[in-house]
């Protein structure tokens, strides 16, 4: 009998038995999640359930107490902006922008790691410095066209309605060129007409080749989504799967204390 070769393709990011213990609390335990080229993956959980700090586990933000986070097969340094320069961005659940400065120059400032152009250059503001200012500015306002905002290049971030902002921090995320995307609850506080918008933003990201993990506790967003869902709950990962593995898992929903997770079609009724 001949056996066939399997080749298995290196994930893009591999996280392998990572946990994070903040003195006697342990917020994320011994949790193992991939994400492949061109998946959308979503990780949800009830509050306090560990989700944020696995995000910052993988950003740089938190070393892990234990385990390996591999991004194209390179353990990831443990510093955001160098995990940034790696290939991962992410969005923050409060919303972090600078407020005071207009949209166009707040995706500016998410183009920092990808140019070239030092300090002494932007001092002597030679012409290498107004070529790679000029792309930089190109490229921010292609990213603003791409999530809506292009009308808005001038306006005050302050100005801007919620869910607009929330646009903002991806296309400011954008602007360094990730391969991964960590989008942690894009849709809080949208409307749900927002919302839908912001699940065909979160397709368009991926059709630009550029995979995605995303926290979020609209269900109905999350499995319009995804490929595969994990579950959290205080700390561990208690399942992974598509739809119909999360929604019918009894232990999902204990989790959710027995209420069927919102957004999600009703179990059909026996006659
Ligand atoms: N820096 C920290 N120091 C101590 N405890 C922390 C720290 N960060 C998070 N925690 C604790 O870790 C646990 C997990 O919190 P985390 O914010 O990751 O949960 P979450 O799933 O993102 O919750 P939510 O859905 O409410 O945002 C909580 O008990 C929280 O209080």
Do not use: W
Not at 242 to 253: A, F, G, K, L, S
């Amino acid at each position: 009998m001949t056996r066939h070769m399997t080749t298995t393709a290196t994930p893009l990011l591999d996280v392998t038995g990572v946990t994070m213990r903040f003195g006697g609390l342990t917020a994320v335990n011994d949790v193992s999640l991939t994400v492949g080229e061109g998946e959308i993956i979503g990780l949800i959980g009830p509050n306090g359930a560990g989700k944020t700090t696995f995000f910052n586990c993988l950003t740089g933000l938190y070393v892990p107490t234990e385990g390996r986070v591999t991004y194209r097969g390179n353990v990831l340094p443990p510093k955001p902006h160098l995990v940034t320069q790696a290939g991962i961005a992410r969005t923050f659940q409060n919303i972090r922008l600078f407020a005071n400065m207009t949209v166009l120059e707040n995706v500016l400032v998410g183009r920092h790691t990808r140019t070239r152009e030092g300090i002494f250059s932007a001092i002597l503001r030679g012409p290498g410095y107004h070529r790679a200012e000029t792309q930089s500015r190109d490229k921010a306002m292609e990213l603003l066209a791409f999530t809506g905002l292009a009308d808005k290049a001038d306006h005050l971030a302050r100005n801007l309605p919620y869910g607009e902002q929330r646009k903002l921090e991806i296309a400011r995320a954008l602007a360094s060129e990730p391969g991964l995307l960590l989008l942690d609850e894009p849709t809080a506080g949208m409307n749900p007409q927002e919302t839908r918008a912001a699940e065909e933003l979160v397709f368009a990201i991926r059709d630009k080749g550029i995979s995605v993990l995303v926290i979020e506790h609209d269900m109905r967003f999350i499995f319009n989504l995804c490929d595969r869902t994990a579950v959290l709950v205080q700390g561990q990962k208690i399942v992974e799967g598509d739809r119909e593995t999360v929604q019918n898992d009894e232990r999902v929903i204990t989790a959710y204390l027995g209420a069927p997770l919102e957004g999600t079609t009703a179990p059909e009724e026996t006659p």
